[in-house]
């Protein structure tokens, strides 16, 4: 492990890598020689990358052979490893769920008591029935879950959902959510002070590419007479920029608004008499 450099391990191929690359990627940080090998070097930014399954990047990261990595808190929380879950990243949402044949009654979770249930997520399920006071039988799966009940093979499934499409077409239905997952930024415990000051950089690269992501940039035109109200609606991050119109009475309004609040607030501007909205997406936003 180097103390000049970030490690960071990310999956080589599956659902997380592309999200994973355009993330580095939205930080500066490009890969140079792509994710064929084992390793590459990034460009703009001090990092080194190991392309991993992503079932083994907890235990590289708590050996210190990766210093970070990326994957899904799923995953994290299954491998139980000692790292440290440092940033949700917003992309790869799913959920753990319990389903079972569509036309079987679920009275509740008892329903559950002495059956066969298949995963690949014995630890988690394991850890769910615990909590729950409940006793079934745990059938450890590696990929394809979701046929064996059609196939007598178990009573119900304990597996990540998304859409649902899988469940639906293999006859199933979600009776329990049991996690919310999304792809985190993990790190070791034990980085060293300029490694650990290289994650901060990037951490803070990170943050500002969400936050962006979140805020959009907007401009109008405004009657002088419904200033006030215009830039109580829209504050910006400290106040709004404010430039007259050549036309008299009139002026330009700039200033950046959150996705939340998007919808509800173009309606007021409207109504205040706002004119010529437009809104453009911000790439990076640095408070
Ligand atoms: P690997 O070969 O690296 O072990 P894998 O088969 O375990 O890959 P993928 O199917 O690529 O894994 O899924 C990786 C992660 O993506 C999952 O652990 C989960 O966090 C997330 N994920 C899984 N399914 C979905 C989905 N349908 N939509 C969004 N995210 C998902
Ligand atoms: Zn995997």
């Known amino acids: 492990m180097k103390n000049d450099t970030l490690t960071m391990a990310i999956q080589k191929s599956g659902r997380l890598s592309e999200d994973s690359v355009k993330l580095l990627k939205q930080c500066g940080i490009r890969i140079q020689n792509g994710n064929n090998n084992l390793k590459a070097i ?30 899904g808190l799923n995953e994290v929380l299954e491998k139980n490893k000692d790292v440290e879950v440092i940033q949700p990243l917003g992309f790869s949402r799913c959920r753990l769920s319990v389903a079972i044949p569509r036309a079987m009654d679920y009275p509740g979770k008892e329903f559950l008591n002495g059956k066969r249930i298949a995963t690949s997520y014995p ?9 729950n006071k409940l006793n079934a039988e745990i059938h450890p799966i590696s990929g394809s879950v979701e046929v064996t009940p059609g196939l007598g093979l178990a009573d119900a499934i304990f597996e990540i959902v998304s859409s649902g499409g899988t469940l639906l077409s293999n006859g199933l239905k979600e009776t329990e959510t049991v996690l919310k997952s999304e792809a985190v930024l993990i790190a070791g415990k034990n980085l060293s002070e300029p490694v650990n000051k290289l994650l901060q950089q990037l951490l803070f690269r990170i943050r500002s590419v969400q936050k962006a992501a979140n805020n959009k940039y907007i401009l109008l035109n405004a009657p002088e007479e419904q200033l006030d109200n215009i830039i109580s609606l829209i504050p910006g991050i400290k106040s709004p920029t404010i430039m007259p119109l050549a036309e008299k009475g ?38």
């Open 42 to 71: 990034a460009n703009g930014f001090p990092m080194e990358l190991i392309f991993l399954r992503d079932d083994d990047i907890p235990q590289y990261v708590e050996d210190g052979v990766a210093d970070a990595g990326i994957l």
């Open 123 to 131: 630890v988690l399920l394991d850890k769910f029935l615990k909590e």
């Open 250 to 287: 009139w002026y330009s309004l700039h200033s950046v608004i959150s996705e939340d609040d998007f919808w509800g607030v173009i309606d007021k501007l409207k109504e205040a008499g706002a004119q010529g909205i437009l809104v453009a997406p911000i790439e990076k936003m640095v408070t």
